[in-house]
């Protein structure tokens, strides 16, 4: 009886501890799973401060500019055209609403100049993608195809080809990402034919780049044309120096002859006359060996060919050139 009691006993005590120790771990559980909540609270609270700051800083004006300024550079380095381009830091036209400064100025292989503006309003389309419901959302993205079409309306009264004439009487427009050019003509459908009677090109960065492709082409064909008309006049040049060369050379090549015959004539005068005196006053004197002074053992110097059998059929052209 006693044991029995102190099993009892013990079996009770150890469930006891089981449960404690289960309820001490889901305790220490729980307060942890409460402060990685707390946690992630203040990480979706930066979070949304951070979104709501860069919401803002995109609808600001000179941010949007920027914003569109940079992925105009990194579409005319695309497109291998920085040597042609002058961004708006360089370039500030006059006018009759005073200084302007387009973002970018093309210049083209035959002198004509081509300005891209990249300004294009976004921030209702930022607001459009911020709603929740789908009719707000509606009205963010036809408010924004309205801002559009009112900047194109703007920048077609700027008349910019008028300060680069003889140009195309067109302006570029630069969209600046695909998803927001395609919003924008989605709700104006009239939105492209309008902007071309304005003389406004609307342009996606991929347009955009394909539109410069074709420039970049212009100016490797007038380079490569530059390069044969300076080939030619270094050909020019080159025949000229060669023609007075070859003049040079003839005359040379005569001189040589001619000195070559004289040593010839001189050795033979040689011989005739000074060398059988020498002979005689040898077998005279008896001590001095008159092969010492003969000169007729020397061959001759052998002159060469004409000088016309010496030039090939292309230096006969250029000499006679």
Not at 68 to 95: H, K, N, W
Not at 134 to 161: C, S
Request: hydrophobic fraction near 40%.
């Amino acid at each position: 009886m006693e044991n029995s009691t102190i099993f009892l006993f013990t079996a009770i005590f150890i469930c006891f501890a089981v449960i404690i120790g289960f309820l001490i771990y889901l305790q220490t559980t729980l307060v942890k799973s409460r402060k990685d909540i707390e946690a992630m609270h203040r990480a979706l609270a930066e979070a949304r401060q951070e979104t709501t700051a860069m919401r803002r800083a995109l609808t600001a004006t000179h941010v949007q500019g920027q914003w569109g300024e940079m992925q105009l550079r990194r579409i005319v380095e695309l497109a291998g055209m920085l040597p042609y381009c002058d961004f708006e830091p360089q370039v500030t036209l006059s006018g009759a609403k005073g200084g302007q400064r387009p973002d970018l100025l093309v210049r083209l292989s035959n002198g004509r100049t081509i300005v891209v503006d990249a300004k294009s309003p976004i921030d209702s389309y930022i607001q459009a993608h911020a709603s929740l419901d789908d009719a707000t959302r509606a009205t963010h993205m036809r408010q924004y195809a309205i801002r559009v079409r009112g900047h194109v309306t703007q920048l077609a009264n700027r008349e910019y080809w008028r300060h680069f004439e003889p140009s195309p009487e067109w302006v570029v427009l630069l969209i600046p990402n695909e998803g927001m050019f395609r919003a924008a003509v989605e709700h104006d459908p009239l939105l492209l034919d309008t902007a071309m009677q304005k003389h406004v090109l609307l342009a996606s960065p991929v347009t955009l780049v394909a539109l410069l492709k074709a420039m970049a082409y212009g100016w490797q064909q007038e380079n490569r044309a530059r390069n044969v008309q300076s080939l030619v006049e270094y050909s020019h040049t080159l025949q000229q120096q060669l023609k007075a060369f070859i003049i040079q050379w003839r005359k040379l090549y005569g001189q040589l002859n001619g000195t070559v015959g004289s040593f010839n004539q001189l050795t033979m005068i040689y011989q005739k006359t000074l060398f059988p005196v020498i002979q005689q006053i040898c077998d005279l004197d008896g001590t001095i060996n008159a092969d010492e002074y003969d000169l007729s053992s020397t061959p001759p110097l052998q002159a060469s060919k004409p000088v016309e059998d010496v030039l090939s059929p292309t230096e006969e052209h250029l000499a006679e050139d």
